[in-house]
Structure formats: structure tokens, C-alpha cells
């Protein structure tokens, strides 16, 4: 069973830093692409980032674009996702998503439970 | 940056009528790059169609999608009580994709 779980997500004052993790599992991780979406509270969704497989393509959101790495480790079935300069526009869940084909930029068959974002003094 | 605009934002219907959601794009979209997610309060999205109009593993047949251009529509033919939810278009046309706004499918 494909399995996402996001972590790393919590209270952080404007200006900080966070680095999110998800824990992927059920699947050969190391074939396919994986993404970020994010979504504000009562809003819609954002997608903010994509890496390809073997890490050799990676796309940002313009909006997001100077303020996040996104990196994967494939020998420990792990995404992550370090955004910096936070701010109050920023208070999300973010989810990971696995893309429906591989590795390639294509819409989400499976996604997290998101992890909780939240940016306040 | 293609912007997804989708209406209308709150559909009021019935159980077992049949729902049109619409999506128009800023400008043209490849069939194979168009996307629908259903989401429910407190989960993550679930696909329903990708490239248009193929439904994903395990979507009903009540769902279907159609359109090209700038223009795409889903359809749920007859509403059962759990199609109430959200519904979201996306692009992946490029590089990294955008999502419509949603539109949320109430109980009249």
C-alpha cells in the first residue's frame, strides 16, 4: 500500500526557516518524480514544488521561487522541503504528492495527510 | 503562468441530479494536461480524471470529463450523497502546473 507521511511542520515566528520531511512507502520511490502542494486555511490548492527522480529537474512556484530547496534522499525512501523567510502568507498544510506517471510532471494519484504550517509571532 | 478560472464557485443541487462544473484556462491547454480532484473537509484531494477525460483507478463511471482549448468540463451525471465536496481543475501543461480556485458542490 502507498503510503505518504509528512512531518516536520509546526509554529514558526516570521522570518524563520523549516525544513518539512515525508516518509514514503508501498512504492519504488527512487522511479518517480514527487511534489508539494500547500493550502491556506479555507483556500485552494498551490503546487510549489517539483524534483524528478534522480533529482536532475526541479521546478519552483514563482511566488515561492529564492525561498525553497527541495531534495530527496532515494536510499531512505525521503522528500524534503526547506522553505526560508517565512511568512504569514505562508500558513498552510503542505502535502507531498506522487505523480500518477513516474517520473515525469503529471497530476497526483497519492497523496499525504499534510503537516501544518504555521507562521505567527 | 496559465490561470485556471472555474465556475461557478458554488453549485447547489440535489441528490441524483447531474452536475456541470466548468474550467477555462487562460490560454490553451494540451487534452493530455487537464486534471479533476475531488476534496472532502479535512482530507487530501483525490484524482478523478487526468488527461481530459480518463477517470483514475477506481473513479465511478458517474464521473466524466470532456473539453479542449481553453474550455474543460466535468461532469457527475447523477449525484449520489457523497460527491459533495470540492472540486479542482489542474494544468500540467510546462513545467509546474496550477490549480483553479475549486468549486464546492452543496446539498440544496
Known amino acids: 500500500e502507498v503510503q505518504l507521511v509528512e512531518s516536520g511542520g509546526g509554529l514558526v515566528p516570521p522570518g524563520g526557516s523549516l525544513r518539512l520531511s515525508c516518509a514514503a512507502s508501498?512504492?519504488?520511490?527512487?522511479?518517480?518524480?514527487m511534489n508539494w502542494v500547500r493550502q491556506a486555511p479555507g483556500k485552494g490548492l498551490e503546487w510549489v514544488s517539483y524534483i524528478s527522480s534522480t533529482s536532475t529537474t526541479i521546478y519552483y512556484a514563482d511566488s515561492l521561487k529564492g525561498r525553497l530547496t527541495i531534495s530527496r534522499d532515494n536510499a531512505k525512501n525521503s522528500l524534503f522541503l526547506q522553505i526560508h523567510s517565512l511568512r504569514a502568507d505562508d500558513t498552510a498544510v503542505y502535502y507531498c504528492?506522487?505523480?500518477?506517471?513516474?517520473?515525469?510532471?503529471?497530476?497526483?494519484?497519492?497523496w499525504g495527510l499534510g503537516t501544518l504550517v504555521t507562521v505567527s509571532s | 503562468e496559465i490561470v485556471l478560472t472555474q465556475s461557478p464557485g458554488t453549485l447547489s443541487l440535489s441528490p441524483g441530479e447531474r452536475a456541470t462544473l466548468s474550467c477555462r484556462a487562460s490560454?490553451?491547454?494540451?487534452?493530455?494536461?487537464l486534471a479533476w480532484y475531488q476534496q472532502k473537509p479535512g482530507q487530501a484531494p483525490r484524482l478523478l480524471i487526468y488527461g481530459t477525460s480518463n477517470r483514475a483507478t477506481g473513479i465511478p463511471d458517474r464521473f466524466s470529463g470532456s473539453g479542449s482549448g481553453t474550455d474543460f468540463t466535468l461532469t457527475i451525471s447523477r449525484l449520489e450523497p457523497e460527491d459533495f465536496a470540492v472540486y479542482y481543475c489542474?494544468?500540467?501543461?510546462?513545467?509546474?502546473?496550477?490549480f483553479g480556485q475549486g468549486t464546492k458542490v452543496e446539498i440544496k
Open positions: 504528492a506522487r505523480p500518477y506517471f513516474g517520473d515525469y510532471v503529471s497530476p497526483f494519484d497519492y
Open positions: 489542474q494544468q500540467y501543461d510546462g513545467s509546474l502546473g496550477t
Open positions: 508501498g512504492f519504488t520511490f527512487s522511479t518517480y518524480a
Open positions: 490560454q490553451r491547454i494540451g487534452v493530455s494536461y
